[in-house]
């Protein structure tokens, strides 16, 4: 930490003199998680708070799809991301253009999309989900097949407990589809006591060794909920690394798979973005009403 005082010291005072906020992902660093964020995250509790924050900048620490979804709900305020290339293999798997060509093969199917998409996709989509709420979204759409889109795995893990006929867009998370249901069996065999926890982006046979799956923040609340003697956090890395620092009765283990994309975001590089003001995301004006009201509509459905 003495290495990361200077800069969180620095981050602290601009953003003060900018007026800014630090929205944080839960996949971000502890330096960044427990060091710089004003709020913390999975992805539905960061849209609700970038509609509730009354600073005029953002700063997101996240992917391009968080920063987006946060421009779309705030297109008056300043959008900043550390690094534009932050992206995301499920929003970069999917066009507006695919979702036109599944509703002429669904007629009249009601189309949810993951927030892990780009603003042009969620512009085409009817609704918004995240993993936080998908199975409530799909519930509530009208009509028996509704499409899912782009994660295919998490599409799955809904269909598997909805009433609706899904179909879905073929699109994956490149950190979780690499955890591997023989790999979660091997550390059960090893000691049959472990929690074994995990994100809905994994496949579904990964999702069945599972004792709990949820969203980012649900899996952080069920270890802080059940302080299991050992677990494993089926997710991105920094997940465990941010939880073990206040849970020291925990042993996580940790089949680490890192997403190169939330890594892109640095302490460097959030004090570049506010003392240069960069990078600042912009959304095209013309997508945003539509965008907005696919996102809305996943939030109203919580209230
Ligand atoms: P959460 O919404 O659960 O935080 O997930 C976002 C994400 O990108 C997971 O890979
Ligand atoms: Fe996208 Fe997966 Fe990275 Fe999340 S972890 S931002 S879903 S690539």
């Known amino acids: 930490w003495a290495v990361h005082a200077p800069y969180i010291r620095e981050i602290d005072r601009l953003k003060r003199e900018r007026g800014a906020v630090i929205l944080a992902h839960n996949y971000m660093t502890p ?23 009354p600073q005029q900048v953002i700063v997101q620490c996240g992917v391009h799809f968080m920063a987006e979804t946060s421009k779309i709900l705030n297109p008056e305020k300043t959008v900043l991301i550390p690094d534009a290339r932050a992206g995301c293999s499920l929003a970069s798997s999917i066009t507006a253009a695919d979702i036109a060509a599944m509703r002429a093969q669904y007629p009249g199917a009601r189309v949810v999309s993951y927030v892990n998409t780009t603003a042009a996709v969620k512009a085409a989509s009817d609704i918004c989900c995240t993993s936080a709420n998908a199975l409530e979204v799909v519930e509530a759409m ?31 998370c490149m950190v979780h ?12 065999a090893a000691d049959p006591d472990i929690a074994i926890i995990a994100h809905p982006e994994c496949t579904p046979e990964v999702v069945a060794e599972a004792d709990y799956t949820g969203s980012t923040s649900a899996m ?31 042993e996580f283990v940790r089949p680490c798979n890192i997403c190169p994309h939330m890594k892109r975001i640095t302490l460097e590089n959030i004090l570049w973005s506010l003392h240069t003001m960069t990078e600042e995301v912009t959304v095209d004006p013309a997508l945003i009403p539509k965008a907005r009201a696919a996102v809305e509509a996943m939030i109203a459905l919580g209230r």
Not at 36 to 49: Q, R, W
Not at 143 to 166: C, E, W
Request: aromatic share 8%; net charge negative.
């Open 177 to 188: 589809e690499r955890f591997t249901a023989e790999e979660l069996r091997a550390y059960r």
């Open 31 to 53: 330096e960044i998680f427990h060091g710089v964020a004003d709020v913390s995250g999975d992805s539905l509790a960061l849209a609700i708070e970038a509609t509730r924050v």
């Open 220 to 250: 952080i609340g069920w270890v802080r909920a059940n302080r299991p003697r050992k677990v494993v956090m089926v997710t991105e890395c920094s997940m465990s690394d941010n939880v073990a620092a206040e849970l020291p009765e925990t």
């Open 142 to 172: 009208p009509g028996d097949t509704v499409i899912m889109t782009p994660d295919g795995f998490l599409a799955r893990n809904v269909a598997a407990k909805s009433t609706k006929r899904i179909v879905w867009w073929e699109g994956t």
